[in-house]
């Protein structure tokens, strides 16, 4: 009879440490999450993506797209490993959902850009280094990474690439 009641503290201490661990990791990470300018914090259960803008009055060529697009892949990896961590996590854990669009022009670029700073949202402007086809310092690549319905609301707009 004493087993008996020895396993059901047991059974009852391990569903109250794992319930208790559960409630404590939810809010942790629902803390984690930066405020956007608009509308209170992310849910953990959000879709993210990273969204890559490429300027295309620059006439980069495939080779070259696609460097500047790892470049702003890496660029925006880096600044939420520090910045946002969670979200991160949730990111590569759901699939890591990237989309390549096209941007006319620099202009828009830098309009894209000043809107997903507003929006609080992890943006990074690829500037080329000018060793091959573009001039140094241009904008080539705008990476836009947080989540799904913010990044919407700034690139919604724009065709596939």
């Not at 890559?52 to 495939?62: E, I, Q, T």
């Not at 894209?112 to 280094?129: M, P, S, Y």
């Not at 990044?151 to 724009?158: A, H, I």
Request: charged content about 20%; aromatic content about 4%; glycine content about 8%.
């Amino acid at each position: 009879m004493q087993l008996d009641l020895d396993l059901a503290g047991y059974s009852a201490l391990a569903a109250i440490s794992l319930s208790i661990g559960f409630i404590a990791a939810r809010l942790l990470n629902e803390r984690s999450f930066t405020k956007p300018a608009n509308d209170g914090i992310y849910s953990v259960t959000e879709d993210c993506k990273l969204v890559l803008v490429v300027r295309m009055d620059l006439k980069m060529g495939p080779g070259k797209i696609a460097a500047q697009c790892s470049h702003a892949t890496l660029g925006c990896y880096r600044a939420m490993r520090s910045r946002n961590p969670v979200l991160l996590n949730h990111w590569e854990r759901t699939g890591q959902t990237k989309v390549a669009l096209r941007c006319p022009n620099e202009d828009e670029l830098i309009a894209l850009q000043k809107e997903a700073q507003r929006l609080n949202i992890c943006v990074q402007t690829i500037r080329d280094a000018g060793r091959t086809q573009i001039t140094a310092g241009s904008r080539t690549v705008l990476g836009i990474l947080g989540p799904t319905r913010l990044v919407n609301q700034v690139t919604g707009m724009l065709r596939l690439l």
